[in-house]
């Protein structure tokens, strides 16, 4: 509890200092993150956990737009970690950016590293993890900018805003679920339940007591601070009886969009308005698993709520909304092809293209000792290229000249062209294997990118939330089946496209998006179902160096761990 009032006051104490004028230039903001192991009670159940200064969620970072931030993590927990600042642009930072193995090696047990970066034209929400084996379960929080000083919302300022992060509670050691997971050959147990700011909430048991509240005022607009921190679902969220008005995804803002629910994706932050326009009361804020699987999705079928309580009343019972069926894949399709950009900059014009596969694969194990699907081991690949993590982070390899760690030869088509998503009849036996390897795909500084990327039906059809490192970009077309070349482009939204960092590839479809490679450095792109990214749904871009030190990565900060 001392953590958290602790933060409270932090939060109190910017607010306090964006009313002194020199405030405008004192923007360091630093922070100490200790990793700890902590145990605490879900589900009638005592877990140890891996915490931030003893709280799960960990505690919100506030910043404002410009802000240097400066986190020391001081690593007393028993596992390797690394924290990554989900979302943040980190221009000529890559150093800071923490996937483990890609731009660093883990801070082991009784280190430290400070990682230093500087928030660079981004406003709303984005939030922070562990990016090494399963440890962002439970190793994570919000990451909220504000704009620069003076400068306002491109809305009415709120009457108060709330962090609302949604997870998934496992009631075994998380390290224990992806260690059997991988031994075997099989993807990882499901999670016990899912979560709000850390709690399953009324309809669950033992966890009537903690169900998170929100207090609200009525006939106020209030901003919600929406992460989702959950490890292998997209969810639907919706509050009984209130409205939604997205303002913002992934800390960028999106024109007004007023609806009853919303779809968020895992890795995914959304930045909401509700107005308490009801007299009293208490109302449900209510998250179900949207699961586009169609052979068989696996998912815990049940519903996490918040309580969104009016001041004052204590005698009402909270009203449930209805959600949408959990496969609704018609409005997770509206939902995120109606978003638009507030303001945009689409590039018009692209200097290299990329169509990039996505799908599960199976390893063959000796006489079929796996336990994955008749015997084998299933796999994710982009390409056709299951990734292989090396031994040490290929960043380091890359700026140091290091051999035999990484090969460039990504490709930037996938090897057959087939019905992609086809599922009857499924699609040969032959197409299941994929190549395993550590390949990077080189960019020039600059140069303007277009990807589409394209699920596949091997094995399953599902939708794949893709998050690249270092870069948002703009989503500027979305379909079902093959994404065709010829006819597809001629319907791209070059105008006010969505800018995103994490996308929500339909299922059994494909998704365009175009950015420019400005910064120098090592990025990963994975998918953001954590289960699939231990099996191999990752890829790493390399962007050059440009003209002068400017466009340039610079050398590693001091203290950088060592494999
Ligand atoms: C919940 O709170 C009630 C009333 O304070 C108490 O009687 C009950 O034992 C609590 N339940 C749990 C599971 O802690
Ligand atoms: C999930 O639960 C809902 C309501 O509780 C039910 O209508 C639905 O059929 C269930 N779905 C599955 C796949 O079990
Ligand atoms: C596979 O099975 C055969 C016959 O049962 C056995 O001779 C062989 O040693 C096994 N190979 C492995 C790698 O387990
Ligand atoms: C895809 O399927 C359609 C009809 O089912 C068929 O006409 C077409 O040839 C197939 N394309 C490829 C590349 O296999
Ligand atoms: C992937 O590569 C393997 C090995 O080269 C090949 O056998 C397989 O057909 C490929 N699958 C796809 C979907 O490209
Ligand atoms: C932790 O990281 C170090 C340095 O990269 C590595 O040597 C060690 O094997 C890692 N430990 C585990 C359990 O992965
Ligand atoms: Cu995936």
């Known amino acids: 509890m001392a953590g958290m009032s602790i933060m409270f006051k932090l939060a109190s104490l910017l607010s306090l200092i964006s009313v002194i004028p020199w405030a405008a230039y004192a923007t360091v903001v630093h922070q100490k993150f200790i990793i700890g192991t902590q145990k605490v009670t879900r589900l009638c159940k005592e ?3 891996v915490t931030v200064n003893g709280h799960f969620p960990g505690p919100t970072l506030y910043a404002r737009d410009n802000d240097n931030v400066i986190v020391l993590v001081e ?77 306002p919302y491109p809305f009415p300022k709120p009457a108060a805003e709330f962090p609302v992060i949604l997870g998934e509670w496992w009631s075994a050691n998380v390290e224990d679920v992806i260690a059997d997971a991988i031994q075997r050959g099989v993807l990882p147990l499901e999670s016990d339940a899912y979560t709000i700011n850390g709690q399953p909430g009324d309809l669950y048991e033992c966890s009537a007591n ?8 009525r006939g106020k607009t209030y901003l ?73 999705g696996r998912f815990i079928n049940t519903t996490t709520t918040a309580i969104l309580e009016y001041t004052g009343s204590i005698n009402y019972v909270p009203l449930m909304p209805a959600l949408p ?3 609704d894949t018609q409005f997770a399709f509206k939902f995120s092809t109606d978003q638009k950009s507030l303001r945009s900059s689409v590039p018009q014009r692209v200097d290299e293209e990329m169509v990039i596969t ?24 982009f390409n056709n290229i299951s990734f292989l993590l090396p031994n040490i982070d ?82 500027v077309g ?28 339909p299922t059994g479809g494909w998704a365009a998006i175009r950015f420019t490679a400005n910064n120098p450095g090592v990025w990963l792109m994975h998918c953001h179902f954590e289960s699939h990214t231990a099996l191999g749904f990752e890829m790493v871009f390399i962007v050059e160096d440009g003209a002068g030190s400017f466009n340039s990565l610079p050398p590693p900060p001091p203290g950088l761990p060592h494999c």
């Open 325 to 327: 069926p959990f496969d």
């Open 47 to 49: 877990q140890e956990i």
């Open 478 to 505: 979305q379909g079902f089946g093959n994404y065709n070349p010829r006819t597809h482009p001629a319907h791209f939204n070059l105008k006010d496209p969505q800018k995103l960092n994490t996308v929500g590839v």
């Open 210 to 217: 903690d169900t998170s509240r929100i207090l609200v005022r």
């Open 75 to 151: 690593n007393n927990g028993p596992y390797n970690v690394t924290i990554h600042w989900h979302g943040v642009r980190q221009l000529r930072t890559c150093w800071a950016d923490g996937p483990a193995y890609i731009t660093q090696c883990p801070i082991t047990p009784g280190n430290a590293f400070t990682y230093n970066f500087r928030i660079t034209e981004q406003e709303g929400t984005l939030w922070w993890h562990a990016h090494v084996s399963f440890l962002r379960a439970t190793v994570h929080g919000a990451l909220v900018i504000y704009p620069r000083f003076g400068k």
């Open 224 to 296: 919600i601070r929406m992460v989702n921190a959950a490890m292998n679902h997209a969810f639907f969220v919706k509050i009984a009886e209130h409205k939604l008005k997205v303002v913002a995804v992934d800390a960028l803002y999106t024109k007004p969009y007023t609806t009853d629910q919303v779809l968020i994706q895992p890795g995914q932050t959304m930045d909401v308005l509700i107005t308490t326009s009801k007299p009293s009361g208490l109302f449900y804020m209510a998250i179900r698993v949207y699961s586009s699987q169609t052979r068989g």
């Open 358 to 381: 996505e799908g599960f694969g199976l390893l063959t194990c000796p006489n079929r000792s796996c336990e994955g699907f008749m015997g084998g081991r299933a796999v994710g690949s």
């Open 394 to 475: 290929i960043l380091q390899a890359y700026y140091h000249g290091i051999d035999g760690v990484f090969t460039r030869d990504f490709p930037e088509n996938p090897p057959l062209i087939f019905n992609y998503t086809q599922q009857n009849p499924p699609l040969p036996m032959s197409f299941w294997e994929p190549e395993l390897g550590t390949k990077v795909k080189v960019l020039k500084f600059n140069s303007k990118v277009q990807i589409v990327f394209q699920n596949t039906g091997i094995l399953t059809v599902e939708n794949h939330p893709l998050h690249l490192h270092g870069h948002d970009f703009y989503v």
